[in-house]
Structure formats: structure tokens, C-alpha cells
């Protein structure tokens, strides 16, 4: 399992304006971003991880007419819920003591006894939880609400987690986003495409 000392926090809000992606359509997506500093003492990550949680309340409560359609994820092990089950690697959460504390109480490929911070975040934007990209069940529809492409092991270098095969490195994550982007269902037309991406939030977390 991949060790995580630190964690990278990087949070601002950038507007994004596509240009000609096949089926948003020169949206406007509003990205929602981590990052906060490397190499923290405890005291002050626990500040930051405060900010956080309100950033989230207050973009639930200011803007309670605002349905969030879909959520991405990227990130590592911090946010991973479920990616690296699907792959051949060493670094995998489907064994007990991970998910003693989740509603199934099993082990869901979350590095976690329970719900992770993605989890949280769709809770308070009421979405539904995303499902790992390489899940069979993200098909159709599904593929609306969002993904995440989180992969445990990874980090923002591309030699972070050497030790680990067949993870899903931050290249290939977007690289995966941009597939998703052609994976929409044609079914919904395109004036549902731009209300959609209007509306998507992006989480990111690694180390």
C-alpha cells in the first residue's frame, strides 16, 4: 500500500471555456480544484482541512438552487474509490480492515474504514456517489453523474509509486476524462450536454 506523509490540497475555482470537444459543445466548465501546501505541520493541515469542509458548506448553502450534474475525481489513494480493484497491482484496498465502517461494511477499494472525502463532497453538493471509471456498471446515463479516476499509488510526478504497476498515473486519469467526454450518451442532446458541463465540478487530491 502506498505511504501518504503528505497531502497536496489545491483549491480555487477556474472557468474553462472547451473549444470544440464532440459533445459539450464550447462549454463553460466551473472547476473545482484542491490545493493547498506541501510539507504542512499537523496543526496547520488541520486549518486547512477546516477551510475545506466550509469551503463545501458554503457552496451547498450560498447556492442551494444550484444542481451539481456531475463530479470528476482525480488523485491517489486519498480519493481512489475503487479504480485499482479493476487492475492487476499490489496496491488495492478489497480486504478487511477497509469498509468495516461503510454502509455495506465491506471493502470497496476505498483506502478507507468508510466514506471518503469524494463521498463527502457529493453528499453535500446532492449528487450521487461517483463510481471508479473503469467500473462496468459507469455505462449510459451514469456516465452524467460523473467519475472518478483516482488511482491509489500515483502521485503528481510520474515516479511517484514506482514500486507499483498498473496504476492509473495523472496522464492517463485525463487521458481517461477526455474518453469519457466521447463515451456521453448521444441519446441526450446537446442542449443537455452544455447544461450538464455548466454544471460539473472537478476534485483533485494526491501527495
Known amino acids: 500500500m502506498d505511504r501518504l506523509p503528505m497531502q497536496q490540497l489545491y483549491i480555487h475555482q477556474i472557468q474553462l471555456n472547451t473549444s470544440e470537444p464532440p459533445v459539450l459543445h464550447a462549454a463553460s466548465v466551473m472547476v473545482y480544484c ?3 501546501a506541501t510539507r504542512l505541520f499537523m496543526a496547520t493541515f488541520s486549518f486547512y482541512g477546516l477551510c475545506l469542509v466550509l469551503l463545501i458548506f458554503v457552496l451547498g448553502t450560498v447556492c442551494p438552487g444550484a444542481e451539481a450534474r456531475a463530479f470528476f475525481v482525480f488523485g491517489d489513494s486519498l480519493v481512489d474509490n475503487g479504480n485499482n480493484n479493476y487492475l492487476v497491482t499490489t496496491a488495492r484496498a478489497d480486504s478487511p480492515p477497509y469498509g468495516i ?5 465491506r471493502p470497496t477499494g ?3 474504514n468508510g466514506l471518503n472525502m469524494p463521498d463527502l463532497i457529493s453528499q453535500r453538493l446532492g449528487a450521487e456517489p461517483t463510481l471508479p471509471y473503469l467500473s462496468p456498471q459507469l455505462t449510459g446515463q451514469r456516465l452524467l453523474v460523473g467519475a472518478n479516476f483516482a488511482s491509489a499509488g500515483i502521485g503528481i510526478l510520474n515516479d511517484t509509486g514506482v514500486q507499483f ?16 467526454v466521447y463515451k456521453t450518451p448521444s441519446s441526450v442532446s446537446s442542449t443537455n450536454h452544455t447544461q450538464h458541463s455548466s454544471s460539473e465540478y472537478f476534485y483533485s487530491q494526491t501527495n
Open 34 to 36: 484542491s490545493i493547498i
Open 101 to 105: 465502517d461503510y454502509p455495506t461494511h
Open 110 to 112: 476505498r483506502f478507507s
Open 165 to 180: 504497476v498498473n496504476i492509473i498515473r495523472i496522464p492517463l486519469q485525463l487521458e481517461y476524462f477526455r474518453q469519457r
